[in-house]
């Protein structure tokens, strides 16, 4: 692998007496988009939200594009500025609408001017396919119209790195296709990117590398047809096993 | 005379009215201060509280929550005179109208904290971990993400709770503040008549009305579509 843009070492994480993380290492390349796959508590949420410090690790390193996470002397609202991160929930600003949900950043933290974050605003809305729905609310868009917003909101910062934690996880089936779209096109575009998430067809045709978590730790990873058709640890065939019975 | 004569001359007699219509006015003027002094240090002050405990400063908070629990629990009487009377042994000197200002103002400061510090506590902690995950800083985004939440929650609580502290300018009475109800209850002692009570109560509603009605504008206006 060249210099990847995501270099995480050792990293463990405790939650009081839980010891969730322990000793993960992930290197990302650039344009690379890995699925972290694996059971539910097997800490692979923890991990990508120890890339961008919404949770702090108790040890271990993180350099994301060249910049090291965990030294305090580093900026962190300027470093979380180049690591987009869209969540399961959406959690879009509900007081705002999509085009204010997209350019709150541009204009508090890039520093951007109103005209010219709404002009980013508005390409970034065109990008997810909701130009037209600049001006709703949250509230007057569909769960897979909110998330694709959620998406807008990161990728208008122009990050260097996206995190998905389950993006679709919490939608209606029919809204899947218009999420996983749109994430097709920001790789296309060549966009790195990290993805928790239990789409096995998007992993199949869209992952470059494939890794699975279990119990705080990466059991096996490589590409999707190895995970998925010859996976070499018991493991991973129970887990592969029982989504693909579904 | 009829029953109903007697009723009108007693509760509201035209020529006592008269009389006294301009101490009530004055009371009038005198109330509306306070309650304004009142409203607006209270609620700033309850606010400045709230935010400050949502630094989580261990040390800070269990101050906060403890002169929080105080005033919550003493009666606003008991603060008003304690400060009238008390405070001079300290050599400090306030005045009726300053000791029923800073009595009610800490009340309010008091029951606001806990009100806003519930509509902070209650926006999702998904809205923080969005706002800090596009790199806004703790207090951009406790300004511009989770204060417009928390406040659009905090109004009824709050205007309810303000109406009902600054009906309490009426305890000024007490340490010799002439607001409405001293006014009236002076022109009552005065008079040997009892309409100046109604007068009172009448100033109190053309008041108080407004702002009931004002805070429901507000609640419609907080009220973002779902």
């Not at chain 2, 304690?82 to 000791?99: H, K, N, T």
């Not at chain 2, 103002?105 to 971990?129: D, R």
């Not at chain 2, 300004?143 to 709050?158: D, F, G, K, M, Y």
């Amino acid at each position: 692998m060249t210099k990847p843009i995501v270099d995480a070492r050792a990293i463990h994480k405790h939650f009081g007496a839980l010891h969730v993380l322990k000793g993960v290492d992930l290197r990302v390349a650039e344009r690379e988009l890995v699925f972290v796959i694996g059971p539910s508590g097997s800490g692979k949420s923890t991990l990508l939200r120890c890339l961008n410090r919404l949770e702090e690790p108790s040890s271990g390193s993180i350099v994301v594009d060249g910049i090291d996470m965990l030294d305090p002397r580093t900026d962190i609202n300027h470093a979380r500025q180049r690591i987009g991160m869209v969540f399961q929930s959406f959690n879009l600003y509900p007081h705002m609408t999509a085009l204010g949900n997209v350019t709150l950043a541009l204009r508090k933290v890039a520093g951007k001017s109103r005209a010219e974050a709404d002009r980013l605003g508005h390409a970034a809305l065109e990008r997810v396919g909701l130009a037209d729905r600049a001006e709703h609310t949250p509230g007057q868009l569909s769960g897979g119209q909110q998330q694709r917003v959620a998406i807008a909101r990161s990728i208008a910062l122009e990050p260097r790195v996206m995190l998905f934690d389950e993006p679709t996880s919490a939608l209606d089936p029919e809204l899947v296709g218009s999420v996983l779209e749109v994430m097709r096109s920001l790789r296309e575009s060549g966009m790195t990117m990290i993805v928790v998430s239990h789409e096995m067809g998007f992993a199949r045709n869209a992952a470059d590398r494939v890794v699975f978590m279990d119990d705080g730790l990466i059991v096996e990873q490589g590409p999707p047809a190895a995970i998925f058709e010859t996976p070499t640890h018991e493991r991973t065939r129970a887990f592969i096993g029982q989504i693909q019975r579904h | 005379m009829s029953t109903w004569d007697r009723f009108v001359d007693t509760f509201f007699n035209g020529k006592v009215m008269l009389k006294y219509l301009p101490d009530i006015l004055s009371g009038m003027v005198v109330t509306i201060e306070l309650a304004v002094l009142i409203v607006l240090s209270g609620l700033a002050a309850g606010l400045a509280l709230a935010l400050v405990r949502s630094l989580a400063i261990r040390p800070l908070n269990w101050l906060i929550i403890f002169i929080v629990d105080l005033f919550r629990s003493l009666p606003p009487l008991v603060i008003i005179v304690l400060m009238y009377f008390g405070l001079p042994y300290a050599e400090i000197s306030p005045s009726g109208f300053v000791s029923t200002w800073l009595s009610l103002a800490f009340v309010l400061m008091a029951f606001s904290e806990e009100i806003f510090w519930a509509g902070i506590t209650s926006v999702h902690k998904g809205q923080w971990e969005a706002s800090r995950s596009t790199g806004l800083s703790f207090g951009q985004t406790l300004i511009n993400v989770v204060l417009p939440q928390a406040l659009r929650l905090t109004i009824p609580p709050l205007t309810n709770r303000t109406i009902a502290i600054t009906k309490g300018t009426a305890l000024g009475t007490v340490v010799a503040v002439t607001e409405i109800l001293g006014e009236a209850s002076s022109a009552v002692s005065n008079s040997y008549n009892p309409s100046p009570l109604m007068m009172g109560a009448a100033a109190y509603l053309v008041l108080f009305l407004p702002v009931v009605v004002l805070a429901r504008r507000l609640e419609t206006k907080f009220a973002w579509k779902r």
